[in-house]
């Protein structure tokens, strides 16, 4: 396999300073966006712009919450860097085969910003969602312990200011596994796949992102309870966390956050 492209790329920029009336030439870092391929058996489904980084974990976990195929039907992963960008081959058991005809088929690439992006039919965008089981109960002092932790560990974002993150955490706040991407969707995406084959759980995922539907979907396929974002969910993305019994929370901040569904889980 050849060598994917760079994440990160040291470009030269003018930069200017209203205050100090100072304008200069510096070196800053740009994070990268390439075309990710999703290929089943072969066949092309569907392409992401995406960071090319982890991108065997976005194509199990895009796979995963396309409900396209579960952990167990995924026989193996390949990648391929062409000239075009990266391909990413997901070999699917004969059982997994025969299901993925019922997957949404997508007719045009997904941008980084889009999590829907191709969908052909109205109905395949907003499908129903399984309630999850109840519990655990984890300590509110959880959810910022979290996040603060999280700022250190994202190193692309933390560089280019440019890649949102997606992290799975314990009960008491103990980050698990950490996931960056230039697009929210991706980042999410990327997450549920490592954890799926790392064999990781954990009751708590994060976003530094906005809370649309998808990430909502996304979390709540991929079984994780609780799900806490540093913005504000859409009206949408509430009523299918209280459809799928899942605990949101949301602009969480240093000195609190807000609960907007599934507060049962939530200790003082």
């Known amino acids: 396999m050849s060598p994917l492209p760079p994440v990160m790329e040291v470009r030269s920029a003018r930069q200017r300073n209203h205050r100090a009336g100072t304008d200069q030439t510096i070196e800053r870092p740009l994070a990268d966006e390439a075309p990710v391929g999703i290929l089943y058996d072969g066949r092309p489904h569907a392409v992401l712009m995406a960071t090319p980084a982890d991108v065997e974990d976005l194509a199990v976990g895009f796979t995963l919450s396309e409900r396209i195929a579960t952990i167990d039907q995924i026989a193996d992963v390949s990648v391929e860097v062409v000239a075009e960008g990266v391909q990413v081959d997901v070999r699917l058991t004969a059982g997994a085969r025969a299901s993925k005809a019922k997957a949404r088929a997508r007719t045009m690439e997904g941008r980084s910003s889009c999590g829907l992006c191709g969908v052909q039919r109205l109905a395949a965008a907003v499908r129903p969602l399984d309630a999850l089981a109840e519990g655990p109960v984890i300590p509110s002092a959880a959810i910022a312990t979290a996040f603060a932790a999280l700022e250190d560990r994202q190193a692309l974002g933390n560089l280019t200011r440019a890649a949102h993150a997606a992290a799975l955490a314990k009960a008491d706040g103990t980050l698990l596994l950490v996931r960056e991407d230039v697009g929210r969707h991706n980042a999410l995406d990327k997450l549920i796949g490592a954890a799926a084959r790392a064999g990781v759980t ?65 200790a003082p």
């Open 202 to 266: 954990g009751p708590l995922c994060l976003l530094t992102s906005r809370c649309s539907y998808e990430m909502v979907e996304k979390a709540a396929v991929a079984g994780f309870p609780i799900l806490a974002a540093i913005s504000a969910p859409t009206a949408l993305a509430l009523r299918k966390a209280e459809e799928s019994n899942l605990t949101l929370i949301a602009l969480a901040r240093a000195d609190g956050f807000t609960v907007f569904a599934g507060g049962q889980r939530i």
